[in-house]
C-alpha cells in the first residue's frame, strides 16, 4: 500500500510517539475489544495496513465492491427506507404503511415507497387465525392472514406494479408468493412486473428456537422457490439472508458472516443440482444486518461482507455477471441493543446505528422505532425512526461522498481482520459437514447461545455497561405511549369460517391432494413441480393452513433442538 | 438459609409461536449457575405447560413472553393449575410485559414479573427466596 520513504517515515514518527506515550503513561495499556472480541489497539497507523493491496479496497462500483455497490454511492441513489409494521387486520396494517409512505419513506430512484408485509405469530408458522394453536395471538406483531381474501385486503389500492412488496414472512413464503401471484392476474399485471423480496427466512432454525421444516427438506423447497421465480418472476428478489437475529440472538459479528455464508453456499449448491445457473439466481439474494452499537465493527462488517461475497460468488460458483457477485445489503439497527428502561434513550441509539450503515454505503435501511422493548411501535414512534433516517440524508452532508471512511487505517484493518476471521470460521463450519449437518447438530445454537449467557453474564457483574439499564438507573422511569393492540381476533376467525363457506370444497380437496403428490416428488428430486401446485391450491380456495399442513406432512416439520 | 438436599426445580417455558428465546436461554443458565434444577420447554397449548410440571413435579414455572401471549397463556396455566390442585407452585412470568399488565398478572396468581431488562441476579434470588 505504501512506498518504502513512507514506511520510513511513519516507522520514524510512530517511535516519537511511542517516547510520548511512555512519557505520559509509563508502561500502562489502553487495549481493548470490539463487541465480537476481536482485540483493538489504542491507535492505526499505515503499517497496520501495508500489508493490503489497493485493490482490496478498490472504487466504489468495482470488484471486489468493498466500498459500494454502485460507481456513485447515495448522491446517485439514496438508500431505500424499508421500516416495517404490521397488526390487527390486514386493513389496518395497509393503513398504518401508507401512514409511513405518506411521511416519506424511500423507495429506489423513480419508483414508488416500499410496500413492507408480514403476517403474525400463527400465520409465520403456518396456523389460520381459527386453529387453537393461534387463541391469543390473532393480530399480534404482524396482521392476520389466514386466506387470499386477507391478502386480497392488505394489497387493496396498493399498486404492486410500481412498488417494492416486501413479503415479510419465512416458511409461508411459497403461500404468499402464490396470492401475488394470483393477485397479479386478477389485476392483470404481467408476472415480471412485480419487483421486490420474499424474507423467506427458511434457514431460521440455526439461531432462532422456531419450529420450521428440516434443513434439507428447506433447501429442497427453496429450490423450487427459486426455480419459479427465476423463470417467471425475474425481479423477485427470492430470499433475504436473515444475519441480523444472528447478532441480535446472541451471536457476534465474525458469525454474523460466516453462519449466513454457510447457508448461501448450501443452497446455491442445492439449486445448481437440478440446473439453475447462479449467474442469473444468485442476483436474487439479499442480505440482512444488524446496525450494532459498535460502530466501527459495524462498518467494518458491511464492507467486509461485500467483499467476501463478490470473491465467494465469483471463485466458488463460478459467477461472471456482476450484478451476481454485488451483495444487496439492507440494514435494520439492533433491537437487543434498545433498553425498556429510559426508552427515549432507544432514539439515540438507533440514530447510532443508523449512522454506521449510512457510512457502510448500504441499499436499504429500517431503523428500529424507539419503543421496541415495550411493543410495536405507536405512529409517533414509527414516524421517529423515520425521521432519523431523513434527518441523516437531508442535513448532515454525509452521504455527499461514497464509502468516507475508506482509507481509515482503523476501518481498513478492521474490515480485513473480521473478513479474516470470518473466512477462517466458515472454512471451520465446512470441515464440519456444511451447514445442513452444523444445524442438524445443534451447532450454531449453542454458539449464539453461549454468546447470550456471556453478554448477560458481564452486564450482572457491570463488566459491560448499558445506560439505564446497569448504570444511571432511574428510579422514575420515563413514560412513554405504548401502542394498544385492537380486538381482532373474532373478526378474523369469522373471515376464515366465511372463506371456507362459500368455496367448492371439492376443488379445494382435490388441489390439496393433487400438492401432495408434487410434494412427494419434489422430495424424492423431481423439480419444477411444487410452486405450481401451491399455486393451484391457492387458486382453488385452500387456506395457508390447508397448503402448510401439506407441506408439513410431506417434508416434516419442528424444533431441531 | 439452609441448603436444602434436593434443588430447587424449575420448569422454563415458552410458546413456540414466540420466536425469541435469548431472555429464557439466559435465565435457565443463570438458575443452573445457582444450583438450580431446570427443566427447558416449548410449547404449543398451554395445557402442555402444566403436564411438564405434573409429570416433572417442578417447585416453580417461569413463562417468557416477548411477542405477546401473556394475558391468555398465563391465565390459562393459573386456571388449570387451580383446577388440578398445584396452586403451591409459584408462577413467575417475564419479557415485554405492560406496566398495566403486571397488576392484572399478580392478581391472576402470578408471583412475580420480570420485565426484560432484569437482571438474572434479581430472578435467582427471588426464586430462593421463596423456595430456598
Same mark, same amino acid.
Request: hydrophobic letters at 35%.
Given at each position: 500500500m505504501f512506498d518504502k520513504a513512507t514506511r520510513e517515515k511513519v516507522k520514524q514518527i510512530k517511535e516519537e510517539w511511542k517516547q510520548e506515550y511512555q512519557k505520559r503513561y509509563d508502561d500502562k495499556e489502553f487495549n481493548s475489544t470490539t463487541y465480537s472480541g476481536i482485540p483493538v489497539k489504542p491507535v492505526y497507523t499505515p503499517e497496520d495496513i501495508e500489508h493490503l493491496d489497493y485493490k482490496e479496497i $478498490?472504487? @466504489? $462500483?468495482?470488484? @471486489?465492491?468493498t466500498r459500494g455497490l454502485y460507481p456513485v454511492g447515495y448522491r446517485a441513489q439514496p438508500w431505500v427506507s424499508q421500516q416495517a409494521t404490521g397488526y390487527g387486520l390486514p386493513e389496518q396494517t395497509r393503513e398504518r404503511y401508507e401512514l409511513l409512505a405518506k411521511e416519506g419513506l424511500r423507495g429506489y430512484e423513480g419508483r414508488e415507497p416500499p410496500y413492507f408485509t408480514g403476517q403474525d405469530q400463527a400465520g409465520m408458522l403456518g396456523y389460520d387465525a381459527d386453529h387453537p394453536v393461534a387463541k391469543g395471538w *390473532? $393480530?399480534?406483531?404482524g396482521p392476520s392472514v389466514s386466506t387470499f381474501e386477507d391478502f386480497e385486503l392488505l394489497f387493496e389500492g396498493v399498486d404492486i406494479s410500481n412498488r417494492n412488496l416486501v413479503l415479510g414472512v419465512f416458511d409461508t413464503s411459497p403461500v404468499f408468493l402464490a396470492w401475488l401471484v394470483m393477485l397479479a392476474e386478477k389485476r392483470g399485471v @404481467?408476472?415480471?412486473k412485480l419487483h421486490g423480496l420474499s424474507l &423467506?427466512? +427458511?434457514? %431460521?432454525q440455526m439461531y432462532l428456537e422456531h419450529p420450521s421444516f428440516p434443513p434439507s427438506s428447506a433447501l429442497k423447497i427453496n429450490r423450487e422457490f427459486i426455480k419459479y421465480c427465476t423463470e417467471n418472476? @425475474?425481479?423477485?428478489?427470492? *430470499?433475504? +439472508? &436473515?444475519?441480523?437475529d444472528i447478532i441480535e440472538c446472541g451471536g457476534n459479528a465474525i458469525q454474523e458472516l460466516a453462519f449466513i455464508l454457510s447457508v448461501v453456499i448450501a443452497l446455491v449448491e442445492e439449486c445448481m443440482k437440478v440446473g439453475l445457473d447462479p449467474n442469473v439466481f444468485v442476483t436474487r439474494f439479499n442480505f440482512h444486518m444488524a446496525g450494532h452499537m459498535d460502530f466501527f465493527e459495524t462498518i467494518a462488517k458491511i464492507r467486509a461482507l461485500r467483499r467476501m461475497w463478490a470473491k465467494l460468488a465469483r &471463485? %466458488?460458483? $463460478?459467477?461472471? &455477471?456482476p450484478r451476481a457477485l454485488k451483495a444487496i445489503i439492507n440494514v435494520k439497527t439492533a433491537g437487543a441493543t434498545y433498553t425498556r428502561q429510559q426508552p427515549l434513550n432507544n432514539l439515540i441509539r438507533g440514530c447510532i446505528e443508523t449512522l454506521a450503515a449510512v457510512l457502510a454505503d448500504v441499499n436499504a435501511l429500517w431503523t428500529t422505532h424507539y419503543d421496541d422493548p415495550l411493543a410495536i411501535p405507536t405512529e409517533q414512534a414509527a414516524i421517529l425512526g423515520l425521521r432519523t433516517q431523513q434527518i441523516i440524508l437531508y442535513e448532515t452532508g454525509i452521504p455527499n461522498v461514497s464509502d468516507p471512511l475508506a482509507g481509515s487505517y482503523y476501518v481498513e484493518w478492521l474490515t480485513s481482520r473480521i473478513e479474516e476471521e470470518a473466512t477462517k470460521l466458515l472454512q471451520r463450519i465446512e470441515q464440519m459437514g456444511g451447514w445442513v449437518k452444523c444445524l442438524e447438530a445443534g451447532w450454531f445454537r449453542k454458539e449464539i447461545d453461549r454468546g447470550a449467557i456471556e453478554w448477560r453474564r458481564k452486564v450482572d457483574k457491570g463488566e459491560t455497561i448499558v445506560v439505564g439499564m446497569n448504570k444511571f438507573v432511574m428510579r422514575e422511569e420515563q413514560k412513554v405511549p405504548v401502542f394498544e393492540y385492537p380486538e381482532v381476533e373474532d373478526i378474523a376467525i369469522e373471515r376464515v369460517k366465511k372463506f371456507k363457506e362459500k368455496r367448492d370444497i371439492a376443488l379445494t380437496r382435490a388441489a390439496l391432494a393433487e400438492l401432495k403428490e408434487a410434494a412427494q416428488r419434489v422430495d424424492r428430486g423431481e423439480s419444477g413441480l411444487l410452486m405450481p401446485a401451491v399455486i393451484k391450491c391457492a387458486k382453488a380456495d385452500a387456506t395457508l393452513g390447508e397448503i402448510m399442513d401439506v407441506l408439513k406432512e410431506v417434508f416434516g416439520w419442528g424444533l431441531i433442538t | 438459609m439452609s441448603q436444602k438436599e434436593k434443588p430447587i426445580k424449575v420448569l422454563l417455558s415458552r410458546s413456540q409461536l414466540d420466536c425469541h428465546q435469548r431472555g429464557l436461554v439466559t435465565v435457565a443458565a443463570a438458575l443452573r449457575d445457582a444450583g438450580m434444577e431446570v427443566v427447558y420447554t416449548t410449547f404449543l397449548m398451554p395445557e402442555e405447560v402444566v403436564k411438564t410440571a405434573v409429570e416433572e413435579d417442578v417447585d416453580v414455572i417461569g413463562l417468557s413472553f416477548l411477542a405477546w401471549g401473556q394475558m391468555h397463556i398465563t391465565a390459562e396455566v393459573m386456571r388449570l393449575l387451580k383446577e388440578r390442585n398445584l396452586s403451591d407452585v409459584m408462577v413467575i412470568v417475564g419479557g415485554i410485559i405492560r406496566d398495566e399488565q403486571i397488576p392484572k398478572l399478580l392478581e391472576m396468581g402470578v408471583s412475580r414479573v420480570f420485565p426484560v431488562g432484569s437482571s438474572t441476579t434479581e430472578i435467582v434470588d427471588y426464586i430462593r427466596s421463596k423456595k430456598g
Open positions: $478498490g472504487m @466504489p $462500483g468495482i470488484f @471486489p465492491y *390473532v $393480530g399480534m406483531t @404481467p408476472l415480471d &423467506n427466512s +427458511f434457514f %431460521r418472476l @425475474p425481479y423477485w428478489n427470492t *430470499v433475504n +439472508f &436473515n444475519m441480523y &471463485n %466458488r460458483f $463460478g459467477c461472471t &455477471n | -
